[in-house]
C-alpha cells in the first residue's frame, strides 16, 4: 500500500523568503502525486499536481513541485512567499491503475508566515 | 456552478444520537468520496462511491454507512454516534480517473468546505 510522509508538521517563514515544504512517498512504481491547500475553517485546494513527463510541475499561486523519483519526493516550493499563503498543505499520492481515485494523504504541514 | 456542497456546517451530538451528513455536486462527477479529518492525521477515506447506486469502503468504514441514489449526492450517515467520531468530515467528488480525453488530465478531486462534527 502506498504512504505518504510530511516530516515537517509546523514551518514559519517571513514574508519574501523561499518556502521549500517536503514530501516523500511509498509506493511500488511511480504514483500520481498532488498537492493541495487547505486554509482556516475551509475545504481543500489542488495547487498542482503531476502524472507524468515534465518532473516540474508548475501550480496555482505561484507554486512549483519537482518530482524526483530517486528520492521518492515530490517537494513543494515558492521562491517567494505571501502573508496570505499562511494555511495547511497536503500531499498526497494515488496509484496509476485501480477502480477509484483514492488518495493517500500526508499528516500536512502547517505554515505560518511572519511579517 | 456551487461545486460541492455539505449540509450541514456544523452538528453538535450526544452519544448515541444519529445524523445524516449530505454531500451535492453540480458537476456530473461519477466518483464520490467521504473522508474525516483528524489533528496530525491527514484525511482518511471512510467511504467512496464509483457511481450511482454503488458504494465502497475505504481505510475507515467502521461506524458509516453511505448511499448513493441520486448521481449528483452522497449521504453518510451515523447510527449511533460515538465520541470517536467527532471530527471535521469532508466530501470530494471526481470525473471517473480511467476516462482519458487527449489534451486533458481530468482526474483530480474538487472538496466540500466541510463539516465540524462533535459528539458529546
Known amino acids: 500500500a502506498q504512504s505518504v510522509t510530511q516530516p515537517d508538521i509546523h514551518i514559519t517563514v517571513s514574508e519574501g523568503a523561499s518556502l521549500e515544504l517536503r514530501c516523500n512517498y511509498s509506493?511500488?512504481?511511480?504514483?500520481?502525486l498532488f498537492w493541495y491547500v487547505q486554509s482556516p475553517g475551509q475545504g481543500l485546494q489542488l495547487l498542482l499536481k503531476?502524472?507524468?513527463?515534465?518532473?516540474l510541475v508548475q501550480g496555482i499561486k505561484g507554486f512549483e513541485a519537482e518530482f524526483k523519483r530517486s528520492q521518492s519526493s515530490f517537494n513543494l516550493r515558492k521562491p517567494s512567499v505571501h502573508w496570505s499563503d499562511a494555511a495547511e498543505y497536503f500531499c498526497a499520492v494515488r496509484p496509476h491503475t485501480g477502480t477509484a481515485s483514492k488518495l493517500t494523504f500526508g499528516t500536512g504541514t502547517r505554515l505560518q508566515v511572519t511579517l | 456552478n456551487a461545486g460541492v456542497t455539505q449540509t450541514p456546517k456544523f452538528r453538535v451530538l450526544k452519544t448515541g444520537q444519529s445524523m445524516t451528513l449530505l454531500c451535492a455536486q453540480d458537476?456530473?462527477?461519477?466518483?464520490m468520496y467521504w473522508y474525516r479529518q483528524d489533528p496530525g492525521m491527514g484525511l482518511r477515506l471512510i467511504h467512496y462511491?464509483?457511481?450511482?447506486?454503488?458504494?465502497a469502503k475505504g481505510e475507515v468504514p467502521d461506524g458509516y454507512n453511505v448511499s448513493r441514489l441520486k448521481k449528483q449526492n452522497f449521504l453518510l450517515g451515523l447510527e449511533s454516534a460515538a465520541p470517536s467520531q467527532t471530527s471535521v468530515y469532508f466530501c470530494?467528488?471526481?470525473?471517473?480517473?480511467?476516462?482519458?480525453?487527449?489534451?486533458?488530465?481530468?482526474?483530480?478531486?474538487?472538496f466540500g468546505p466541510g463539516t465540524r462534527l462533535t459528539v458529546l
Open positions: 509506493y511500488g512504481a511511480t504514483p500520481y
Open positions: 470530494a467528488s471526481s470525473t471517473d480517473p480511467g476516462r482519458r480525453i487527449p489534451g486533458r488530465t481530468l482526474d483530480q478531486q474538487f
Open positions: 458537476m456530473n462527477h461519477e466518483y
Open positions: 462511491s464509483v457511481g450511482e447506486g454503488t458504494t
Open positions: 503531476y502524472f507524468s513527463g515534465d518532473t
